[in-house]
């Protein structure tokens, strides 16, 4: 490389080399660009070297000769004579360039001990704009490149202030951030902050689509400008750049990038002109939006017309542009500093082609089918996008390409950290938001370290010996009425990332990441084969399966149908051919190896206390099981297709000695000697990259996100790690997902990214020898494999598995309860529907319905009626002694309490009792938590008069409070429990007698509102569940002295869910029983009110920032919905609490005026889209609430169409009566009480009572 001569040769040598440079080798060519600024050092001589040599211009370089003649310049030290001075880039203003906002230093500096700075920071107070709830589109990943961001400001001694409504999250804890907001990230709001703390500079690219499009909005109105707050990194032209659909276009034809033919219109006649030059089919992306929210696939004119309407109330600006369905999908990760040194850290191609989002696709890193010439055409084009768009930090570019030739199109930019950048940021081991943060504060990449070698610079571009695969995880089949098509709009909620050695080991692993029932590829049944194919939904790969596994699909056939590389579906026809040879070896039946344990508590020893196996397979040949093993094919996978069991064939392997080996990820493929505790297994290798002598603890991650399972998990199993390491312990982290702050190996001693089944988590636990194994963490998935280790001889830590088993088994929890006289609903377990009958009528209705097996979206019902109970009944697609179905009564009108506890021995420690806003009947992870709880007589808290009408929220009282806790000792001591367990109550309050607390659950485990009252309370709860996880003999002094419950505090949290039913295509937005719900957020207030108003403007998912923000400016129409089971007491007071806040209030049927008795205007339901939007903007219409308490039965029910029209057309929705009165209570607060929002701006130190960081949180081992 013309790099390596320069630094050997003298003046005119490194002339000569420049003058002799091929003009046809572009590739390496570029290779030389990314590393000139060394340039500056290299030792021609000491008179002829020039810092002149760094200064490559951002700019569009239109061949290599011109920049040759630069660099000739250059070496002569006369630069000014070179013919690209000339050239200027269209970003190139003082205020613009990056490179000059981190040029304006303070002469007086002293770096600190390891900076990687040359000169003083550009700012030294700075905010971090977070990202917020979790929603599809914008989940974990912010939260770990916001931790990153925050530890490299840090270590450069910046003083850092966090704004992040995410209470989950890890970045929002005492250890990063100097200063925390749990306020709204929004403009508004960030305004306020920066009055009160000064900040001198702003982080915009950790927080997602979120921070960027506040930061714009800040730069815009001058806000930034007004207070001398600098953007740092990536200039707010280039965000604007990147998002605006139309001037992205244009620059990157300025410089000869192609993009897809397009036009940019903001209307829906514009985008039906559009279509008719560019010619059908078309897809529509909308600007500012993220995970392609508003995009989508039009075939024809009509189709177009409703996805533009809909799209254009998300958005005010849509690019119309040509369909490359059935292209390659790639992206390419770059980095830039300041100096324009510019790397690519990771490429990545889609499995799925074009036409399906890339955050619902498959993706493999590194690309697979790309040639060398593909590969070095499209890298240099990303390189040169960076340079002339001016990103500073991270950026990526992702591209279409024809499979035919060389043909390709940028399909996008996004100038900040992405989904993307933290799958390409654990696939490499390159920490991108880390360096992307020092970036900002002026390091350059030559400077920054690597940081898994730490021999090497930042400036060298991994290579990987290994293969990854992330997939993505749905629940749609959560929801009733969804459509499961996916296409440009992202749909999952989670992914996952395997690692092998092969694609096909790589794939295996990630398709047992997704869902544990899952054993690796497979097929399912579907109606239409040819249509799933041709269609993708989320079951796309199970139907390449059944294809390829059950139909004789050849590999030609299936690409012609999917336009699947045929790279990837000869890797699956191999997988196919494994599966048929392994069941040519079925052995005989082998002996039940179910493990019976003994029943009689924590102290009974399980009967099999080993490995109790018959090798029933032993005919296998050992070529064909290593040959399966080194495929990803798992033992219980293995098992099925030759009628053994898991243990038999894990017995059988390891008599072969075939056992993993550990490998590293050291981001430069072992050509460089590393030390990174980031690791591995596979069977493709032949010995390990680590010694095992630590015996440190295991813990569990919480494994991919999904419904029911996310952030707050990771919270928890990053605060155990943390609290194991203070408190003397080696720490072994296993987790699989790329999203988490877990997953970053600097937080744990040794992370290993893999499977959380039991066969992985034996092979860890055997190598490494560990002390125990921490299953409580992590949320159920770690839960569910508890008692097969135990089982298996591994040391649980904790609460016994045996007593686990003990209240997760209804039958046997239930008996427990009854004998320690803790009452619970009835419930029974039926195998037929006269049963059933039977004991509805004798409970009475309500009555809750669980069927084991169900049709989609019809899971846990309530049936208010014999006729409901018909219907959910008939939905079971096989009630039978195999399988039941549980009913238990619904208590209507009751309250709902979360107790969160850890105890050791059987002893309670600490608790917190968080108090429901909604009645029972919505799930406790939809619900909106109340902590300090509401007491009676407090503001917020129902009187005397609405307890008796069952209006508003029933304060709680010392006595309820006390029960609780009682409850939580008996159960405490009933389980045995050492470490986290969480109950929920429900709590019966009859005018005529005592209050009658019932448990519905006892998860014995920590929970999803763990992080939340962890830092409402200033308690750190899972500091001391770890503490009594290990007996610790310092957990009694960590333990706080006052009772949490009894500590008088002078504000309220509220915790409310975020939910994405924007994303999900005809779902209908209804709560109920089952979870739907995909992130929280939470606030801090004087009282109810003041806490509620805030954290409702902190969801960005909420509709309430499209209609101009809250508290809503009068002059807005709410719409009022109702059915015959709405308690028409509290609808009257929501009707009027509304009107009182400045709302016109319409009715959405005549039917809600005569049950109300009210008059008020009846607004137009329909279901056309057209329509709707009329009705909705002719009325102003800022709200519906949806006071319905039925699930709609069929897509023509006026009160679905409501809902979901809202939804689409991004109105708040409220669906719930207490959170609606809740609500309009506190709009009245303020648009007619003269409340101020700015009162509820203060620092999570400042609510809770801690200024600075000198209280002990978590306590001091």
């Known amino acids: 490389m013309i790099l390596t001569r320069l630094s050997s040769v003298s003046l005119a040598g490194a002339q000569a080399a420049v003058r002799a440079w091929p003009a046809t080798s572009p590739s390496s060519f570029v290779k030389f660009v990314l590393h000139a600024r060394v340039l500056s050092t290299v030792p021609i001589s000491s008179a002829t070297s020039s810092p002149a040599a760094t200064n490559l211009p951002a700019v569009p370089l239109p061949d290599i000769n011109r920049f040759k003649s630069h660099l000739l310049g250059v070496l002569a030290g006369t630069p000014q004579a070179s013919p690209l001075t000339s050239v200027k880039p269209f970003r190139r203003t003082v205020t613009a360039d990056a490179s000059a906002a981190v040029g304006s230093q ?16 550009p700012a030294s107070r700075v905010i971090i704009v977070g990202s917020g709830g979790l929603s599809i589109g914008q989940a974990g990943e912010f939260d ?38 749990f306020l709204p990230a929004n403009p508004e709001y960030i305004e306020y902050v920066i009055e009160r703390e000064k900040p001198d500079g702003i982080l915009l690219a950790f927080g997602g689509q979120t921070a960027l499009n506040c930061g714009v909005a800040l730069e815009n109105t001058g806000v930034l400008k007004k207070h001398g707050v600098k953007v740092l990194g990536t200039p707010v032209r280039t965000l604007e750049l990147s998002e605006d659909r139309d001037l992205f276009a244009q620059a990157l034809k300025d410089i000869g990038i192609p993009v897809a033919q397009s036009t940019a219109v903001s209307s829906v006649s514009d985008a039906i002109a559009a279509a008719e030059v560019i010619g059908y089919p078309v897809i529509v992306r909308a600007a500012y939006a993220l995970g392609g929210l508003g995009s989508g696939f039009a075939s024809n004119a009509d189709e177009l017309r409703e996805l533009a309407t809909s799209s254009l109330t998300l958005s005010p600006q849509l690019l119309v542009e040509r369909s490359m369905k059935g292209w390659k999908e790639l992206e390419y990760e770059v980095v830039r500093d300041a100096e324009n040194n510019c790397i690519t850290v990771c490429n ?26 593909e590969y070095h055409m499209l890298r240099s084009a990303a390189i040169k996008i960076i340079r002339h768009l001016g990103v500073v930090g991270e950026c990526n570019v992702q591209y279409a ?79 009733q009425h969804v459509s499961r098509r996916i296409g440009s709009s992202m749909k999952s909620v989670g992914e996952v990332m395997g690692i092998g050695r092969t694609w096909e080991e790589s794939l295996q692993k990630a398709i047992r990441m997704v869902d544990p029932s899952f054993e690796g590829f497979q097929s399912l049944e579907f109606d239409d084969l040819d249509t799933a194919l041709a269609e993708p939904t989320d079951r796309r790969l199970f139907a390449v399966g059944s294809a390829m596994l059950d139909k004789g699909y050849t590999v030609d056939r299936v690409h012609d149908i999917t336009k699947i590389d045929k790279w990837f579906l000869h ?12 069941e040519a070896y079925r052995g005989p039946e082998p002996l039940d190896e179910s493990a019976v344990a003994s029943d009689s508590g924590s102290q009974g020893a399980p009967k099999l206390t080993g490995y109790r196996y018959q090798l029933a397979t032993s005919t296998i040949p050992v ?16 098992a099925s297709r030759t009628g053994s069991t898991e243990l038999a064939i894990r017995a059988l392997r390891k008599s072969h000695g075939i056992i993993p080996v550990v490998k590293r990820i050291d981001t430069l493929a072992a050509e460089f000697p ?39 998990f990771d919270w928890c199993g990053v605060s155990c790690i943390q609290a194991l390491r203070r408190l003397g312990h080696r720490t072994v982290m296993v987790n699989y997902n790329p999203e988490t702050v877990s997953t970053d190996f600097d937080e744990c001693d040794r992370l290993y990214f893999e499977e959380l089944g039991f066969e992985r988590v034996m092979d860890i636990y055997e190598r490494e020898q560990a002390q125990g194994v921490v299953v409580s963490v992590g949320g159920q998935l770690p839960q569910n494999i508890a008692l097969p280790l135990w089982n298996a001889g591994v040391r649980v830590l904790g609460t016994s598995p045996i007593d686990v088993d003990r209240a997760e088994d209804r039958e046997k929890f239930s008996r427990t309860l009854d004998e320690i006289g803790v009452d619970q609903p009835a419930w029974e377990e039926l195998t037929n529907h006269a049963a059933a009958f039977e004991f509805a009528n004798r409970v009475g209705y309500p009555v809750l319905v669980r069927p084991s097996y169900v049709l989609s979206g019809a899971a846990m019902n309530v049936a208010h009626t014999e006729a409901d109970l018909r219907r959910f009944l008939d939905l079971a697609t096989d009630v039978s002694p195999e399988h039941p179905i549980v009913v238990t009564k619904f208590i209507d009108g009751a309250q709902e309490i979360d107790v969160d506890a850890v105890a050791h021995n059987g002893e309670l420690q600490v608790y917190a009792v968080s108090q429901h806003v909604e009645n029972a009947g919505v799930h406790s992870g939809d619900a909106t938590l109340i902590l300090p709880p509401l007491l009676e007589g407090e503001p917020g808290a129902a009187s005397a008069e609405d307890v008796a009408a069952g209006i508003g929220i029933r304060g709680l009282t010392p006595a309820i409070i006390a029960d609780c806790k009682a409850v939580a000792e008996k159960l405490a001591r009933a389980f045995h429990i050492s470490g986290p367990f969480n109950m929920q109550l429900i709590l019966s309050r009859p005018a005529d007698g005592p209050h009658t607390l019932k448990v519905i659950e006892c998860n014995i485990r920590a929970s999803r509102s763990f992080p939340f009252v962890s830092k409402t309370l200033d308690t750190d709860f899972i500091d001391l569940a770890t503490r009594a996880i290990v007996s610790h003999p310092t957990l009694a002094d960590a333990v706080p002295k006052r009772d949490a419950m009894l500590t008088a505090r002078e504000y309220k949290s509220i915790k409310v869910p975020v939910f994405s039913w924007t994303r999900l295509a005809g779902a209908d937005p209804f709560l109920g029983v089952e979870m739907a719900s995909t992130g929280e ?13 805030a954290a409702v403007a902190a969801n960005h998912n909420s509709g309430f920032a499209s209609s101009g923000g809250l508290p809503l400016p009068l002059g807005k129409t709410a719409v009022v919905a109702t059915d015959d089971l709405t308690h028409v007491p509290e609808a009257r007071a929501i009707v009027a609490a509304l009107q009182t806040a400045g709302y016109a209030v319409l009715a959405a049927s005549s039917r809600t005026n005569e049950l109300l008795g009210t008059a008020l205007e009846v607004f137009p339901t329909t279901g056309d889209r057209g329509a709707a939007r009329e009705a909705f903007s002719t009325r102003a219409v800022a709200l519906v609430v949806s006071l319905t308490r039925r699930r709609a039965q069929s897509l023509d029910d006026p009160n679905y169409r409501l809902r979901r029209s809202a939804v689409d057309l991004g109105v708040a929705l409220v669906n719930e009566s207490k959170t609606a009165l809740l609500l309009a209570q506190a709009m009245q607060a303020y648009n007619v009480g003269g409340k101020d929002k700015r009162k509820a701006v203060r620092s999570w130190g400042e609510w809770v009572g801690r200024q600075g960081k000198e209280a002990s949180f978590p306590p001091a081992a």
């Open 1081 to 1093: 957020v939470a606030a801090f207030g004087t009282d109810v009110h003041e806490a509620y108003l």
């Open 348 to 373: 990545m191609e889609n499995f799925d082609p074009l036409g399906t989002h890339t955050g619902d696709s498959i993706v493999v890193a590194p690309s697979q089918t790309l040639s060398d010439e």
């Open 144 to 181: 770990y490149s916001g931790s990153q961001a925050i530890k490299a400001l840090k270590e450069e001694g910046v003083h850092t202030i966090l704004v992040n409504p995410n209470i989950a999250t890890i970045q929002t804890g005492r250890d990063l951030a100097d200063v925390v907001y």
């Open 106 to 121: 303070s002469t007086a500096w002293t770096p600190r001990p390891g900076s990687s700075l040359k000169k003083a920071p």
């Open 401 to 479: 390409l024809s499979p035919n030739s060389l043909e390709y199109a940028v399909i996008e930019v996004n100038a900040r950290l992405s989904r993307s950048s933290a799958l390409a940021s654990k696939a490499t081991g390159y920490p991108l938001a880390f360096v992307a943060a020092k970036i900002a504060l002026g390091a350059s990449l030559p400077d920054l370290r690597n940081s898994v070698t730490r021999t090497t610079t930042a400036n060298f571009e991994p290579s990987l010996d290994y293969v990854v695969t992330k997939m993505p995880r749905w629940d749609l089949s959560k929801f």
């Open 571 to 582: 890797k699956l026809e191999k997988l196919v051919t494994t599966r048929k040879q392994l």
């Open 623 to 638: 070529s064909l099981l290593r040959s399966a093993k080194q495929s990803g094919f798992s033992d219980q996978q293995i």
């Open 674 to 712: 590393a030390d990174t505790n980031y690791l591995y297994m596979t069977y493709n290798g032949t010995s390990d990259d680590v010694e095992f002598n630590d015996r440190g603890i295991v813990v569990l991650g919480s494994g991919v996100y999904r419904i029911g399972s996310s952030v707050e």
